[in-house]
T-cell receptor, first 113, second 110 residues
Framework: EAQVTQNPRYLITVTGKKLTVTCSQN?????MSWYRQDPGLGLRQIYY?????VTDKGDVPEGYKVSRKEKRNFPLILESPSPNQTSLYFC???WGQGAGEQFFGPGTRLTVL | GQQLNQSPQSMFIQEGEDVSMNCTSS?????WLWYKQDPGEGPVLLIA?????ELTSNGRLTAQFGITRKDSFLNISASIPSDVGIYFC??????????FGKGTLLTVNP
């Protein structure tokens, strides 16, 4: 089954404790992206990757890092999480250089205390 | 940057009614996408539009790519309770960046 998977689905952590949210897709998509969703603000792009070893900042990259060492994986790293990073995070992928329809993962709900 | 205005923010309707929502942009888009998000899930693509003036249907859903390339609308006919959710529009410009609207929360009263 073609899908985007994220882990964990839920995470509660404390300020300053490094964490990684994994994202994996099995559709051989070149383009992958991370979004955060907050009430009243909709979906905002954090980082995206056009292909392996190619990443770029989205609209709200501060406090986040990403890496793209393999085509299928695109982890999101929070080196020192803060409470304002409490949010619902979505990973997405698409074919081409982002020109195709984006397929979303199920989401990761992160709470930073 | 590009801005998308999606309206209405929320709708509360009776089962069987038709629904209409729209998005307008401050700049031209080459692609319009409409997504639905169920509670606790990620957005799922409903309809993709690639050409100005294009009108596309998916079951009871119909969406159109505006002639000016700065707007799009989504209609849902004969709504049913499972139509409940948040509907997002998204537009893609020449730089391939996807910009999302803030969503329309649809509630259907049985």
């Amino acid at each position: 089954e073609a899908q985007v998977t994220q882990n964990p689905r839920y995470l509660i952590t404390v300020t300053g404790k490094k964490l990684t949210v994994t994202c994996s897709q099995n559709m051989n998509h070149e383009y992958m992206s991370w979004y955060r969703q907050d009430p009243g603000l909709g979906l905002r792009q954090i980082y995206y990757s056009m292909n392996v070893e190619v990443t770029d900042k989205g609209d709200v990259p501060e406090g986040y890092k990403v890496s793209r060492k393999e085509k299928r994986n695109f982890p999101l790293i929070l080196e020192s999480p803060s409470p304002n990073q409490t949010s619902l995070y979505f990973c997405a992928s698409s074919w081409g250089q982002g020109a195709g329809e984006q397929f979303f993962g199920p989401g990761t709900r992160l709470t930073v205390l | 940057g590009q801005q998308l205005n999606q309206s209405p923010q929320s709708m509360f309707i009776q089962e069987g009614e038709d629904v209409s929502m729209n998005c307008t942009s401050s700049s031209i888009f080459n692609t319009w996408l409409w997504y639905k998000q169920d509670p606790g899930e990620g957005p799922v693509l409903l309809i993709a539009l690639y050409k100005a003036g294009e009108l596309t249907s998916n079951g009871r859903l119909t969406a159109q790519f505006g002639i000016t390339r700065k707007d799009s609308f989504l209609n849902i006919s004969a709504s049913i309770p499972s139509d409940v959710g948040i509907y997002f529009c998204a537009g893609r410009g020449s730089n391939y960046k996807l910009t999302f609207g803030k969503g329309t929360l649809l509630t259907v009263n049985p």
